[in-house]
């Protein structure tokens, strides 16, 4: 089975930092996208940042200049450092990766993390 476990949250004042860490586990061939999202009470989950399949980075507009995506191919991790962190940026941040592993059909199969709670008090 592919895993993916996040790590790194917590809870921090408005102003301050954290840094999240994906690990991505399993018999895995090639990850082709991996991302980070996040859902706050009552609101659809949204996209925060990713690395494209072609390898670019992509941030939502609320981020831009605060968060950065970063990855490690040898140890299949990617990580979120977020500055700057705003109450409003309060949410279960989920990580997530097109993934082709021995246990699929050869295509990428899309796997989620569990989430891990970032809170931000004012």
């Known amino acids: 089975q592919v895993q993916l476990v996040e790590s790194g949250g917590g809870m921090v004042q408005a102003g301050g930092s954290l840094r999240l860490s994906c690990i991505i586990s399993?018999?895995?061939?090639?990850?082709?996208?991996t991302g980070w999202y996040r859902q706050a009470p009552g609101k659809q989950r949204e996209l925060v940042a990713e690395f494209t399949r072609g390898g670019s980075t992509n941030y939502a507009d609320s981020v831009k200049g605060r968060f950065t995506i970063s990855r490690d191919n040898t140890k299949k991790s990617v990580y979120l450092q977020m500055n700057s962190l705003k109450p409003e940026d309060t949410a279960v941040y989920y990580c997530?990766?097109?993934?082709?592993?021995?246990?699929?059909?050869?295509?990428?199969?899309?796997?989620w993390g569990q989430g891990t709670q970032v809170t931000v008090s004012s």
């Open positions: 997530n990766a097109d993934v082709v592993s021995v246990y699929g059909l050869g295509s990428p199969e899309d796997y």
């Open positions: 399993g018999r895995i061939l090639s990850i082709h996208r």
